[in-house]
């Protein structure tokens, strides 16, 4: 995970993005293997929201700045991502802007997550729910 995640029950208020999974799910985040060898741009360790039936959904580890699984569901806030809509049924977020220098990063990395609405239960932007729609 990145120095910049927390965990916690409680996610900030002030995330610009919060993404909460149904339930059950629980978060898989890869360990930061050292080495002696020099690895440029390789990117942080994987974050995973792992959901029933085996799903791993990978998550732009970079982005990540709140992860918390209690409760038996993944709740994650990503801190350069902004929500864009839904496309093809599919929830769709963009990279608004990095949050580490670029050397840091894979140049690999996606800039662009969809998400499956059946693995979403709620969209929270600067607070405000944005998706579904409250009523």
Do not use: K, Y
């Amino acid at each position: 995970m990145s120095n910049r995640a927390t965990s916690g029950n409680t996610p900030p208020a002030t995330l610009p993005l919060l993404v909460e999974f149904t339930a059950p799910s629980s978060l898989l985040r890869e360990v930061d293997r050292a080495s002696p060898l020099p690895v440029i741009r390789n990117g942080p360790p994987g974050t995973f929201v792992r959901l029933p039936g085996g799903l791993r959904v990978s998550l732009p580890t970079d982005q990540v700045v709140f992860a918390d699984d209690t409760g038996g569901r993944v709740r994650v806030g990503f801190g350069g991502m902004r929500f864009i809509g839904c496309e093809a049924e599919q929830l769709v977020f963009v990279r608004a802007r990095e949050l580490f220098p670029e050397e840091q990063l894979s140049p690999a990395r996606s800039h662009t997550m969809r998400l499956s609405p059946t693995w979403v239960t709620a969209l929270w932007v600067a607070g405000h729910q944005v998706w579904p729609a409250p009523s």
